[in-house]
C-alpha cells in the first residue's frame, strides 16, 4: 500500500494565496481530482476541453492508452468529473468550470502552487528516514575518526571529511532531482500511478 503525503512550496511572489491549504488538500485527497490537476497542469493550453481531461484522466486509471479506452470506462470518469469532482474543485476556487460550455481552467492561485507528493510504494524508504540513517552513519564515523579507531585510522582525517561532505552532495542532489519529479503537472504521468 502506498503512502503518499503532499508538501505545498509556496510561491513567494504570490503570498495573497486565494486557495487554504486546508481546500488544497482537500481537492488533492482524491485520486481522480489529482489526475485532473495534473493534467492540466501540464495543459498546453489553459482552457481545456472536458473531454480531454476525462480521456486522460480515465487512461491514468485504467492504466491505458487514451485510444484503448472503452466508452464505459470514459463514461465513469465523465459522469464523477462533470457531476462530482470539478464542481467541487470550482466551488473552493481551485478550476474555473463551465458547465455549459465543458471547458475546464486552473485558477490563478492553482496554477501557481507546487505541489510534491511524497509517494512511497511498498518498502521503500521516506526521505526522512532516509536522511536519520545518514546521519546516523556519518555520526559513526565521525566519532571513530575522533577516537581513531581502524578503520577509520587507515585514512586521513581529511578523506573521511571529504566522505562525509560527498554523501550529504550526493543524497541531495538525489533528493531534488527525484522531488522534481514527483511535482503534480511537471511529467507526462501523474506521481503515485501505478505503472504497468
Known sequence: MSNATARLEPDE????AELTEAEVFDVLS????????HYLKQADSP????????????????????????????????TALHQFHLPKMDDCGFVEYDQQRGHVELSDPATELEVYLDVVPGPDVPWSRYYIGLAG????????????VAPFSLLPPTSWLVFLVASLVVSAA?????????RLGSADDPPGRVER
Not at 511572489?13 to 495573497?16: F, L, M, S, Y
Not at 472536458?50 to 479506452?69: G, I, S
Not at 552513519?137 to 581513531?148: E, F, H, I, P, Q
Open 174 to 182: 538525489a533528493h531534488t532531482y527525484l522531488t522534481r519529479r514527483m
Open 137 to 148: 552513519v556519518n555520526a559513526v564515523v565521525l566519532a571513530g575518526v575522533l577516537v581513531d
Open 13 to 16: 511572489e504570490t503570498q495573497e
Open 47 to 78: 482552457v481545456v476541453d472536458l473531454r480531454q481531461v476525462v480521456d486522460h484522466v480515465a487512461a491514468w486509471e485504467c492504466e491505458k492508452e487514451v485510444r484503448e479506452l472503452t466508452s464505459a470506462e470514459r463514461n465513469r470518469v465523465s
Open 30 to 37: 482524491n485520486q481522480r481530482r489529482r489526475f485532473t490537476y
